[in-house]
Nanobody, 124 residues
């Protein structure tokens, strides 16, 4: 069993930065792939970025490439999402998910554990 808690969301002006954290309980977290997804009002949850268990493989949506960076510290059971050059269209609730044996990092399938989400609002 893995429990995930997101933090670090907030209100920021366009062009600003935020760092989100996804902290997990459970000693096996280091063996899990972790992904960040987001959901804006009236839209489906969409893939943002993901990282495999040892950080050796990452994948990001085209919309955030060059602006968002995912990293992890397994000693702290935490995955980070550094978001720079934020745009109003990045406004959403951001969720982290975790799972094992995920073939397609960008698919929600395989992420079996989810956090409650953290709100990110980017003003223009």
């Amino acid at each position: 069993q893995v429990q995930l808690v997101e933090s670090g969301g907030g209100l920021v002006q366009a062009g600003g930065s935020l760092r989100l954290s996804c902290t997990a309980s459970g000693r096996t977290f280091s063996s899990y792939t972790v992904g960040w997804f987001r959901q804006a009002p009236g839209k489906e949850r969409e893939f943002v970025t993901a990282i495999n268990w040892n950080g050796g493989d990452t994948k990001s949506a085209d919309s955030v490439k060059g602006r968002f960076t995912i990293s992890r510290d397994n000693a702290k059971n935490t995955v980070y999402l550094q978001m720079n050059s934020l745009k109003p269209e990045d406004t959403a609730v951001y969720y982290c998910g975790a799972g094992r044996f995920i073939r397609d990092l960008s698919s929600r399938n395989g992420y079996v554990y989810w956090g409650q989400g953290t709100q990110v609002t980017v003003s223009s």
